[in-house]
T-cell receptor, first 115, second 118 residues
């Protein structure tokens, strides 16, 4: 069972560069999410999607974009990397929106440094 | 200087003892709560969840207790093992669904570091 797979695992970017963080899930989940985790802080929601073609902003969407063309994939794009975007990024998916026994499942993260 | 929130609270327990990790949540209208375990370099791993219409739920070696009166959630781990060493954090979800506003998003706590001593 692959679950949620994120690539790359690590990346160093220069200020102003762009990149796409990849996320794919094989559980046929409709709901997918992107979070960032800063040291000693709780996960913050960047964007989420409730199905193919439907996305919406979370708490901290500025500087990011997403798309959801298929059920399986939910890439996160950074257009102009800034030092404030140095963080660990987690993708998650779930069958439903907060129903007991149907939790969000997370990937192992992408560790991104902007220098 | 130090960043606020950089140092997580730590709970140290002896192997074989029971562990109790606490979490205070903020929204009295939250209707779903979940505990995650996060090992170093890994993503959060689901442990157990509970809806607000329950006050206790048990899993394998874990129990979650919900006290809505004081907005408190706890995770009990029985017979703690070295493999239980990790950061544990809770999350709550508000009652509202739908596509707009993200009002039913999970709000995550910062976590507690559990250290199991041999």
């Amino acid at each position: 069972n692959a679950g949620v797979t994120q690539t790359p695992k690590f990346r160093i970017l220069k200020i102003g560069q762009s990149m796409t963080l990849q996320c794919t899930q094989d559980m046929n989940h409709n709901y997918m999410y992107w979070y960032r985790q800063d040291p000693g802080m709780g996960l913050k929601l960047i964007y989420y999607s409730v199905g193919a073609g439907i996305t919406d902003k979370g708490e901290v969407p500025n500087g990011y974009n997403v798309s959801r063309s298929t059920t399986e994939d939910f890439p996160l794009r950074l257009e102009l990397a800034a030092p404030s975007q140095t963080s660990v990024y987690f993708c998650a998916s779930s069958y439903s929106w907060g129903r007991q026994g149907q939790p969000q499942h997370f990937g192992d993260g992408t560790r991104l440094s902007i220098l | 200087g130090e960043s606020v929130g950089l140092h997580l609270p730590t709970l140290s327990v002896q192997e074989g003892d029971n562990s109790i990790i606490n979490c205070a949540y903020s929204n009295s209208a939250s209707d779903y709560f979940i505990w995650y375990k996060q090992e170093s370099g890994k993503g959060p791993q689901f442990i157990i969840d509970i809806r607000s219409n329950m006050d206790k739920r048990q899993g394998q070696r874990v129990t979650v207790l919900l006290n809505k009166t004081v907005k408190h959630l706890s995770l009990q781990i029985a017979a703690t093992q070295p493999g239980d060493s990790a950061v544990y954090f809770c999350a709550e979800k508000g009652p509202y669904g739908g596509l707009t506003g993200g009002g039913n998003k999970l709000t995550f706590g910062t976590g507690t570091q559990l250290k199991v001593e041999l």
